[in-house]
Structure formats: C-alpha cells, structure tokens
C-alpha cells in the first residue's frame, strides 16, 4: 500500500468550533432577555397549536420551566429481605472541653 504525503492529502478537516469558548460571555444574559416573548409564544401554541401533540410539547416546556423537571422514580428489584440500618454517631461535645 503506497503512503500519500500531506500535500497529496490536503489540509486536515477543520473541526468544528467549541461553543463554549467562541460564544461571547453575555450570550446568557441575551437569551434571557428573550425570556418573556418565548414564554408568551409557548402559551400561545399550548392554547392555539395546530395539533394536539405540539399543544401537550409546549405545555411541558412552560411546566418545566416554571417548576422542574420531574424527579424520575427508580426501580430496584432485589430477591430476598432488604434490611436497612441506620446509625449516627454523636460525638459529646462537653468531652473535648
């Protein structure tokens, strides 16, 4: 198999940027400032949407916006007794006086 040469080749592909270090750093304060309008936006398709599935989208985005995410339930199954056991330790504190 014959070797190419970098020039053969060509430049290397760019890679794409790091957002993160490229973007200025107000770009948060400048999404924010939008905040009012994407949330009147986001009521009216909850309330206007063309379909039933854009309404319920936009309903999750308002709701989890305006109260959290919803903590996910995890699920252990486990054959056999569980036991727990609970212990605290006090440490006196008149002793170290």
């Known amino acids: 198999m014959r070797r190419v040469s970098v020039k053969e080749r060509g430049s290397p592909p760019k890679q794409m940027p790091d957002p993160a270090r490229k973007l200025p750093v107000d ?18 398709i909850a309330s206007n949407g063309e379909s039933d599935a854009v ?35 006090l440490e006196d504190e008149s002793e170290d006086e």
């Open 27 to 44: 770009l948060r304060s400048l999404a924010r400032s939008y905040t009012e309008i994407a949330i009147r936006t986001l009521g009216g």
């Open 55 to 89: 309404k319920v989208s936009a309903c999750i985005a308002l709701l989890d916006r305006g109260w959290g995410k919803p903590k996910e339930d995890k699920k252990l199954e486990v054959a056999g007794e569980v036991r727990v056991i609970l212990r605290q330790m």
